[in-house]
């Protein structure tokens, strides 16, 4: 069965550090392009990282200097690497697989795991 | 960047009609745009890609669609189940959602 499972999700201090996992079953994590895609409580969906088939990376503006995307191939599975956290990075944080070219469609969603930066 | 802009912000309809939510694109996208239905606690689930292509497994009253700036995705005879909020992409933008309500 195709499937994602995010965890790693806690309430964190501002300033703080975290770093989620995506665990991926029946497709490879390496041969898809992975993202990490947030939502506030209540609002919209906010896309942060990817990381491509040959390994290059993108970032969102907020998340550039501060959140690092990575995988680790054998384990299969997605990383994100949280500093410096801020009030406003409080989310669910969703992983999803993007199908370029056929879709152009995040396909595959995890359940999403909340991080929740407060004092 | 492209901006997606929803309308209407909140629908509300009767089980048994039909709901049309409205997707606009800041410059013209093609048919480059994709649907999601995010149901109460749950994640997002693909509908709709390339503007009017269902995803496997969606139900043929969903469809899309529209092409350049102005898109619609028309759900046909509401069911409860329907009641979710909606969602509008291009890549990596994201519109803010139409929050379907069932009466």
């Known amino acids: 069965e195709v499937q994602l499972v995010e965890s790693g999700g806690a309430l964190i201090q501002p300033g703080g550090s975290l770093r989620l996992s995506c665990a991926a079953s029946g497709f490879a994590v390496s041969d898809n392009y992975m993202n990490w895609i947030r939502q506030a409580p209540g609002k919209g969906l906010q896309w942060v990282s990817v990381i491509h088939p040959g390994g290059t990376t993108y970032s969102t503006d907020a998340a550039t200097g501060r959140f690092t995307i990575s995988r680790d191939t054998s384990a299969n599975s997605l990383f994100l690497q949280m500093n410096n956290l801020r009030a406003e990075d409080t989310a669910v944080y969703y992983c999803a697989t993007f199908r370029s070219g056929s879709l152009d469609a995040f396909d595959i969603w995890g359940r999403g795991t909340l991080v929740t930066v407060s004092s | 960047e492209i901006v997606l802009t929803q309308s209407p912000a909140t629908l509300s309809v009767s089980p048994g009609e039909s709901a049309t939510l409205s997707c606009r694109a800041s410059?013209?996208?093609?048919?480059?745009l994709v649907w999601y239905q995010q149901r109460p606690g749950q994640a997002p689930r693909l509908l709709i890609y390339?503007?009017?292509t269902r995803a496997t497994g969606v139900p043929a009253r969903f469809s899309g669609s529209g092409s350049g700036t102005e898109f619609t995705l028309t759900i046909g005879s509401l069911q409860s189940e329907d009641l979710a909020v909606y969602f509008c992409?291009?890549?990596?933008?994201f519109g803010q959602g139409t929050k379907l309500e069932i009466k």
């Open positions: 992409q291009h890549y990596t933008n």
């Open positions: 410059q013209s996208i093609g048919s480059n």
């Open positions: 390339g503007a009017s």
